[in-house]
Every structure is written in C-alpha cells, then in structure tokens.
C-alpha cells in the first residue's frame, strides 16, 4: 500500500502515536490510507511473526504516527494478533487511541469499547461504513453523551468526515462506563490481586475454570450495550441475515451456490488470468522482447559463459525467475486477488466459513482455514503467509500441511485441467477424489498428531452488498505490492538454488536417483523423473513436463492420472517452501517436505497396483 507522497521527515522517539484499533472488516486498513496518504512501513512486532503497518501524518500542523493495528475481538487475547494490539494499547508513552467500528454492527463495536473502557484507554470513536443502508438510525451525538467521548461518524470508502476525525482523533476521553458484576465474580477479581482490567482479561481468556464466570460478565455487557442501544437506535435489524446471506450458509442450497462461484472463479482465474492474460505475457512481453533482447545485451557484455547462465541461462534469473514471477504468477495473482477483493467485499467469504465449519472442525481446524485453502488456488506461498490469520500454532502447521500437500496453485490447476480434458470424466473423478480424500484423511489425522488446541470459531457476518470496484482496486493493489516484496525474491533464490544445483550436476544426480522410483513404483517413463525434480522450482512447469509428455503420446491414461495425482500431492514449489521454513521453521518445514514426498509416491503405487489388480483402463 503506497502512495507517491514522501514523507515529510523520518518518525521520532518523541513522535505520538495514534492506534487504530477495532474488530476485523471495519475498514480500519482503508481508513488508514485515507488518514495517511503516504508511503506505509510494514513490520513484524518484536519477537512475533504479526505484522504492524505505520505511517505518518499531519494532524492539524502536528505529526502522528498511524500505526494499523491487527484486528481483535476482544482485549482477552486469544491469538497472536490479538495480543499484539491488547500489548500496543497498554504500552502507553505518548499514544493516542481511535476505535474504528461498524456502524451497522453497533452492539459488536460497543462491547469492545467497553473492555477499553474498562483498561482505562482513553479513545475517540470512529463509526465507519455510515455511508452503507443498514437497516438503523444512530444517535451519534446522544451516544458520544452517554459514553462521555468523541463519537464520529465516517465513510473510508467515500472520503466522507475525515478530517472531522482527524480533529476529535488527538483529542480522546475515557469513556464513563463503570460495569459492576456480580458478586462471585467481583470476589474472584479480588483474589487475582492484580489490576481489575487484567482479572477481568484472564477470567474471559478461555480457562475453563472461570468459564461460568465469563459467561456471567459476557452477559452483564450485553445487557449495559444493549441498554444503551436502546436509547441512541432506531429501526435497528439484523442486517446479516439476508435471504441470499442464508441461502449462501444453507447445509444444501450452499452447496450449489459454491459450485456457481468456484465456476465463475475458474473462467476469471483459470482461463481468463492463467490462460489469455498469462499468454500475453510469457509468450509476448517476455517471449518476444524481454528476454530475447536481455540475452542478446548479456551476451554482449558477459562473454564468460558461466556468468551469462546465471542471468539469461536455463536457470538464469531474468529468463526463468523474473519470468516466471512476473509473466506467469503476476497475472494470476492479480486476478485471484480481484476475485478474493469481490467475494470478500460481497460477504461471501464469511458465509462459506460458516459453511463449511462442521466440515473443518473435524480435521481439527474452523471455518476460518476456508480463507487460506481458497487462497492457496491462487498461489499456495501467499496463502501459507496467510495462515497468520488463524489463532493456534496447531491450526496453522495442519493448514500450511494441507496447502503443500493438496491445494495446487491455478496455473498448476490450468495443466492439470489441460491434461484431463483429453481424458474421460472418470479419469478426472478419481484424480479429484484421491486429492479431496486425501486432505481429509491428512488432515483428520495431523489433527490427532500436532499438539495443541484448537480456536473456538468467531466471525463477523458482514452484510451482502455488491463490491465497489474503487475499494477491490485498492486492495488488489496493496496485495499485489505484498506479492512483489513477499514472494518475488523467494522465486529469485529458488532459481539460484536449481542453478547451482544444475552448475554442479547435482541436478542431474538427482534425477537419476528418482528413475528407478518413478518407473518401479508408479509405472512410468523414466522421463518423468525430470518432470518431478522441476516441480520443485515451479509446480506448473512440472505439470507442463507431463503435459508435453502426454501430447507426445508418452503416456497412457492409466499413467496420466497417476502422475497428475502424484504432481499435485508432491512436494511445493521452493518458494512456498521457503515462506514454509520462514513461518514454521526449518525442522518442521523438513519434516512436512518429507512426509509429502513419501506420501505422494506412495499414492502413485496405491494407484498403479489398484489398476493393475482391478484390470481398470482409463480412456
């Protein structure tokens, strides 16, 4: 997320901060670009993986430092991301706090100004999205008295009272809301001699002995919200519960809803992103004159063979890194990502959540898994960052398992679809149903295996609406500078990596190591092997090996579905290996590279001697 203004001068020690803080799906990330307008810094919070964006901007003449906290429902911690903003609201030294709501889901955002309310913060009030029909009238004047601080409505999308934020923004109040429990509840708070804020944060934080307890403060703030509700609403509905909101979540109607979705997304994605957009730039821009004129640049002013490879080589980094990062992934990832930005923005994505939940829970994750497992049919490296959104270290390994082991990216999925349509349909129902039943099974089963506990399941069920197509833009674009920052360089040492390897004809080596494999145990042509040792670098170009291989009639259709069964189990691509390495570490990224590599051929020889035994010939 950056914009072409620089920054007036570098932030201080002595320069305020001012936090944005609030629920999920408010708008706090657009709120902060409308507030700053000025190139973000992105950093991960000292001793965690969470990342913080801050800016500055001019606040009336002075200068404040934005900082994007991560989304919290409650300030009783209950993730990393949680945390990180409950420990940035409690650092004190200088910090001004905004509180960024939902005006439609007034009862949510009230419940956690309350628990501020309750830690002593002093805050504004920022109730966002007042440009969307929902359903209510709201007091925002009578509701800034009741809670004795500044109360502003705005609209991010719409530019809409921003500057009257920015004014009420560096001049916060605590608000005056003084619950009083019941009485085993205050004895309790007594006993844990420690500030009431922080019993009261330990109490809520999910230790089933106070579980009774929570339950009974969970209630008393219902019941203060509510009554304040009351007084500063009008016409106020449950504006999530549309019919198409229901439809979207109904156990049978859901289910063709999806496959209406995962349709469209394949001739947006697949053929429009992967195919027509992808030609255009592999085969065009970099086929015709990128690379063709780089080479022949190289050739003339690196006479040494060994170092002109490096760049414009086989493995070169400009004809295969670059290439692939820009010409192949780019186009796909900005058409997933325009895809996400509109199923995010309608309020389907929390509708299939919820759909889906039942479905997850038994492989010992929620619904929330749904957003990184669709994330990963873009690009698997960018879903396996995203895997941060989930609240345990156990559901996080078990997902960033099931993205390498099963999800294959979409222009590994273009293949393999190429491929199939040669087939009949049952070649293409035992391919998808050995991959779905294995992340299933493989998930069932890390579920018993990785230690840990699993998250309840809370999410917001924002309203149906239809996208705005400002508002996708500036998401597409934010997430495409991640892209660029986050995975490019991995794409570029992956490169070095094979080119050493190939250098050294350790490449070769292993190559010949996997024939005997490949021909043995999956009953296919020796050829093959190079098709799985590329994979590694890109998981399409090692499907694209196989789809040369069948077009040349070196496969049979026994042997085709064995190998696109193998190749999407295989091993992920380096990239994503090393965003696995960077995010669960390297013992574990090993352990999970292992198990998927005797997993995936293991598979292949289930498949070749269950043809064999059951005289099965594809066609």
């Known amino acids: 997320m950056s914009q072409c203004a620089p920054l007036p001068s570098p932030a201080s020690s002595t320069t305020r901060k001012l936090l944005l803080v609030g629920q999920p799906n408010v708008g706090k990330s657009l709120l902060f670009t409308r507030l700053t307008h000025?190139?973000?810094?992105?950093?991960?919070?000292?001793?965690?993986?969470?990342?913080?964006?801050?800016?500055?901007?001019?606040?009336?003449?002075?200068?404040r430092e934005v900082v994007d906290t991560p989304g919290t429902n409650t300030l009783a911690p209950q993730s990393n991301e949680e945390r990180v903003t409950r420990d940035l609201l409690l650092a004190g030294g200088g910090t001004d706090v905004v509180q960024v709501g939902d005006i439609g889901n007034l009862r949510r955002t009230l419940l956690l100004s309350l628990q501020l309310g309750e830690h002593q913060v002093e805050f504004t009030l920022c109730?966002?999205?007042?440009?969307?029909?929902?359903?209510?009238?709201?007091?925002?004047?009578?509701l800034g008295e009741l809670l004795g601080i500044p109360v502003v409505a705005t609209s991010a999308l719409r530019r809409w009272n921003i500057e009257k934020l920015k004014r009420h923004a560096v001049r916060p109040a605590r608000p005056r809301l003084a619950l009083k429990y019941s009485a085993a509840v205050e004895e309790t708070i007594g006993k844990l001699q420690m500030s009431r804020a922080d019993a009261l944060a330990v109490i809520c934080g999910g230790d089933e002995h106070y579980g009774s307890l929570a339950a009974e403060i969970a209630a008393a703030r219902l019941k203060v919200v509510d009554e304040i509700l009351a007084q500063v609403t009008t016409g106020l509905t449950d504006r999530g519960r549309g019919t198409l909101?229901?439809?979207?979540?109904?156990?049978?109607?859901?289910?063709?809803?999806?496959?209406?979705?995962?349709?469209?997304?394949?001739?947006?994605?697949?053929?429009?992103?992967?195919?027509i957009l992808v030609d255009v730039f592999e085969k065009t821009i970099f086929?015709?004159?990128?690379?063709?004129?780089?080479?022949?640049?190289?050739?003339?002013?690196?006479?040494?063979?060994?170092?002109?490879?490096?760049?414009?080589?086989?493995?070169?980094?400009?004809?295969?890194?670059?290439?692939?990062?820009?010409?192949?992934?780019?186009?796909?990832?900005?058409?997933?990502?325009?895809?996400?930005?509109?199923?995010?923005?309608?309020?389907?994505?929390?509708?299939?959540?919820?759909?889906?939940?039942?479905?997850?829970?038994?492989?010992?994750?929620?619904?929330?898994?749904?957003?990184?497992?669709?994330?990963?049919?873009?690009?698997?490296?960018?879903?396996?960052?995203?895997?941060?959104?989930?609240?345990?270290?156990?559901?996080?390994?078990?997902?960033?398992?099931?993205?390498?082991?099963?999800?294959?990216c979409s222009a590994q999925l273009g293949v393999i679809m190429a491929m199939l349509g040669r087939l009949s349909l049952a070649a293409t129902v035992i391919w998808l149903g050995v991959t779905v039943m294995t992340i299933f099974l493989v998930g069932y089963l890390a579920s018993k295996l990785v230690r840990g506990d699993s998250s309840d399941f809370v999410i917001e069920l924002?309203?149906?609406r239809v996208p705005r197509l400002s508002n996708i833009a500036i998401k597409v674009l934010a997430r495409t500078e991640w892209y660029l920052k986050e995975a490019v360089p991995l794409f570029?040492?992956?490169?070095?990596?094979?080119?050493?390897?190939?250098?050294?004809?350790?490449?070769?080596?292993?190559?010949?190591?996997?024939?005997?494999?490949?021909?043995?145990g999956l009953g296919l042509p020796a050829a093959a092997a190079n098709a799985f040792v590329i994979g590694f670098l890109r998981r399409d170009y090692g499907a694209a090996g196989l789809y040369t291989m069948q077009r040349a009639g070196a496969l049979t259709p026994n042997q085709t579905v064995i190998a696109l069964t193998?190749?999407?189990?295989?091993?992920?691509?380096?990239?994503n290996f090393l965003v696995m390495v960077r995010e669960r570490g390297t013992r574990a990224s090993l352990a999970i590279a292992g198990f998927i590599i005797v997993y995936s051929f293991g598979i292949g020889a289930l498949m070749q001697a269950a043809f064999r035994y059951f005289s099965v010939t594809l066609t």
């Open 38 to 63: 000025r190139y973000a810094t992105v950093s991960n919070y000292p001793g965690t993986t969470v990342e913080i964006t801050s800016a500055l901007a001019d606040f009336d003449g002075e200068l």
């Open 127 to 142: 109730l966002n999205m007042s440009d969307e029909p929902h359903g209510q009238s709201v007091d925002t004047a009578l």
């Open 245 to 275: 909101g229901l439809l979207c979540m109904h156990r049978i109607w859901g289910w063709p809803i999806l496959g209406l979705v995962l349709y469209l997304a394949w001739l947006f994605v697949g053929k429009f992103g992967a195919g």
């Open 287 to 408: 086929g015709r004159f990128i690379n063709p004129w780089t080479t022949r640049l190289i050739d003339a002013i690196i006479p040494i063979r060994f170092v002109r490879d490096l760049f414009v080589g086989e493995y070169g980094v400009i004809t295969m890194a670059l290439t692939y990062a820009i010409a192949i992934i780019l186009p796909v990832v900005v058409t997933f990502f325009t895809l996400f930005g509109i199923l995010e923005d309608s309020g389907y994505l929390p509708r299939l959540a919820v759909m889906l939940h039942r479905t997850f829970r038994r492989m010992g994750l929620n619904g929330k898994a749904v957003l990184p497992m669709v994330l990963g049919l873009g690009c698997d490296t960018m879903a396996t960052l995203t895997t941060r959104i989930l609240e345990t270290t156990k559901e996080r390994v078990i997902v960033t398992i099931l993205l390498a082991l099963g999800v294959p």
């Open 462 to 464: 924002p309203p149906m």
């Open 492 to 520: 570029i040492v992956g490169t070095l990596l094979l080119y050493i390897l190939d250098a050294t004809h350790l490449l070769k080596v292993v190559q010949r190591a996997l024939s005997p494999l490949v021909v043995g």
């Open 566 to 575: 193998v190749i999407t189990l295989f091993i992920p691509c380096v990239a």
